[in-house]
Structures are given as structure tokens and as C-alpha cells.
């Protein structure tokens, strides 16, 4: 099978779509070629049976001239192969452009989508899919007639536990962008109860601010302050995706403050990969964390709640955790792993194959 993949941003080093390389070599085992046509490229490490195009926002390329640049290499690769597949990732502009194109050589159009916005790129690009999947059901907010569920894909060999000890005091950890809408700042409320009860709580915020909500960044700064949390909070920056493995294995549990109806986050599951406990108000997570639901899933924007299911783990015995750490992450092997992942994705690709 030819794939024509669209990417956001193919960049082994972005600290938020870094696991995009570990996708498009998944499936390029399973692929005969695998044109990528992205939006902007950093480091670029694939197979030799992929090749990568990128119509230049890195460059600083204006819209008019990553215009030309996508129909550009969209024509030349139609030119010299016979495409099966198209797969959109997270980037329905791309579908909506390509979808004339494609839709007049047969070629059907599978787009990937799983977050709470809903635009009117998002609705055209839906109407042009053959197949919408996503990561959960509670990850697309559209119309249900095309979606299919098919995991999030994580890299479990990557994201797994190598025997190293949890920092003491134990670590609290926060992988993520900082945003009012992650919400770090119901964990540095939850962090300075734990330690008022006597808890030696550490808590390390892994991820950087979008421009947009540097002021937030600031609020949660004056807080730790205010609450005499400096040298307790850290702000680490962001991260490269496959490095941030070894925060996640040092830390005692992470945690994860988005809203209940926000799309499966990833860095909770990567933290369950690694046998960590991932405390979460998004209530996508329920069929993951199993039977230890009670303890994970915090109510949303509650540090009260948070800190007493905190509070909970702290006390819990080293079996008893032992035995959560192993369930989480074979909760996530069977439902979001990239080899379920990408198992299903073969299965669409043909799904839509028969269309033709």
C-alpha cells in the first residue's frame, strides 16, 4: 500500500507532536511507501521508504506561499505514484485543500481528529473524510456518522518502566503546555494541602506556554510564591517528547487537570505506560484506569478532592501499588498501544479501499 500522510509538524525533537515520527515508522513497516506532506519539519529521522515534505512554516513561509508549496508537492507526488491512501493528522485544512484533488483519482481520505474544538474546517473536513478516527469517543465533538475509535497509540516500548526508584520526597508531575485549560494550578492548590497534612510533596510542571497565556504562566508563578512553594514547584520548560520517558519513571504518580470532557491526553497514558499512576478529571480515562477509577479520576478544578485521592496513594502499601503500576500499563498496552493502533489503522485503510 502508497500512503499520502498530511502531519501537522514532523519534528522528532516537539515537546507536544515528537510521538508523530514514532507513528509514521510504525507504519511504514506495514507500507510499501509513505509520502508525508507537513506543515513544518525540525528533526527528521524515518525509514527509507518514507519521505518528507514540508511546505515551510519553519522557513517562515507566508499562507499564500505554503499554498503553492502544498499543491506543489501534492501534485508531484500524484505524478509519480499511485497513491491508495490519503491519512490527515490533525490537520483538516489539509483534507479540505487536498479532498478536490484526491476525490477525483479515487483516492479515499481518512482524517484524524481528537480534540474539543470544533471548527468550520473541521465540519468541511468531515463532510470531504471517508473515515473519521479519533482517539476516544469523548475526543470529537462532531457528527458520530463517519468516526471510528481506534486508541491513541502510544509507544510502549518507549514509554515503559526500567526499575528506576521514585524520587524522595516523592515527585508530583505535570506533563503538558501550561494553560488555563490544563489547569496546573488546582495541583499547586492540591500540592500545598498534602504538604500542610505533612506530606513532603514535590511537584515538577514539564511543558511550555503557548504566547497567549504567558500571563498565566505569571499567575501560577505568584501563587507558589503566595503559597511559599518556591524550591517545591518547578518550572521545567518543555521537553523533546522522547526524553520527557525519564520524568515520567522518576516521579511518583503524574497528574493531569483537564477538563472532563477533554480528549484522551497523552501524556497520561505515557505516564501509565511507564507504571506510574495518572490522576485525571477527564472522563474519557474511566475504561483505562480500570478498576482504580475511584482513586484516579479527581473531581475537575477541585484541589480538595485531588490532594485527598493523593493522600490515598501516599498511604497505599508498595504492593498494592505494584499491582496498580502493572494493571495501568497493561490497560494501555491492550487499548492504546501504537501496534493496536496501528493494526486498526490498516483496517480503515482498506475499509475505505473498498469504496472505490
Not at 468550520?120 to 473515515?131: E, F, G, I, P, T
Not at 526524553?243 to 493531569?256: D, G, I, K, L, P
Not at 474511566?286 to 485531588?306: I, S, Y
Request: hydrophobic residues 40%; neutral net charge; glycine residues 4%.
Amino acid at each position: 500500500m502508497h500512503l499520502l500522510l498530511f502531519n501537522l509538524a514532523t519534528d522528532l525533537d516537539d515537546p507536544i507532536l515528537g510521538f508523530t515520527t514514532a507513528w509514521i515508522t510504525a507504519l511504514a513497516r506495514r507500507m510499501e511507501f509513505i509520502h508525508v506532506i507537513t506543515m513544518r519539519a525540525g528533526r527528521v529521522e524515518v525509514p527509507d521508504n518514507v519521505r518528507v515534505y514540508s511546505v515551510g512554516k519553519e522557513k517562515g513561509y507566508s499562507e499564500a506561499r505554503r499554498l503553492l508549496e502544498f499543491y506543489r508537492y501534492l501534485f508531484r507526488i500524484l505524478r509519480v505514484d499511485c497513491i491508495d491512501v490519503c491519512f490527515s493528522h490533525m490537520i483538516p485544512t489539509f483534507t479540505v485543500l487536498a479532498a478536490p484533488i484526491l476525490k477525483a483519482r479515487h483516492i479515499p481520505i481518512v482524517t484524524w481528529y481528537a480534540h474539543r474544538h470544533v471548527s468550520a474546517m473541521l465540519k468541511v473536513a468531515h463532510h470531504l473524510s471517508d473515515q473519521i478516527v479519533s482517539s476516544a469517543d469523548s475526543a470529537y465533538h462532531y457528527k458520530r456518522d463517519k468516526l471510528e475509535v481506534i486508541g491513541q497509540g502510544i509507544d510502549t516500548d518507549l514509554f515503559s518502566p526500567d526499575g528506576t526508584e521514585p524520587e524522595d520526597p516523592p515527585l508530583l508531575l505535570c506533563v503538558g503546555r501550561l494553560s488555563p485549560i490544563k489547569d496546573q494550578m488546582t495541583l499547586i492548590e492540591a500540592v500545598h494541602i498534602l504538604r500542610q497534612r505533612g506530606y513532603p510533596v514535590s511537584c515538577a510542571l514539564v511543558g511550555d506556554a503557548p504566547q497567549a497565556h504567558h500571563s498565566y504562566v505569571e499567575e501560577l508563578r505568584r501563587r507558589v510564591e503566595d503559597l511559599k512553594l518556591a524550591g517545591v514547584v518547578q518550572f521545567v520548560g518543555s521537553v523533546p517528547n522522547h526524553e520527557v520517558v525519564s520524568w515520567y519513571r522518576r516521579c511518583f504518580a503524574h497528574v493531569n487537570c483537564s477538563p472532563a470532557d477533554h480528549s484522551l491526553d497523552k501524556a497520561v497514558l505515557e505516564a501509565m505506560a511507564c507504571g506510574k499512576p495518572s490522576f485525571t478529571s477527564t472522563l474519557g480515562f474511566q475504561n483505562t484506569v480500570g478498576q482504580w477509577e475511584d482513586m484516579l479520576l479527581f473531581h475537575q478544578g477541585n484541589p480538595e478532592d485531588l490532594a485527598a485521592r493523593l493522600e490515598r496513594l501516599l498511604c497505599l502499601g508498595n504492593r498494592q501499588r505494584q499491582a496498580m503500576a502493572i494493571e495501568l500499563r497493561q490497560s494501555v498496552m491492550r487499548l492504546h498501544s501504537l501496534e493496536n493502533l496501528v493494526d486498526k489503522m490498516i483496517m480503515v485503510f482498506q475499509k475505505v479501499q473498498s469504496y472505490r
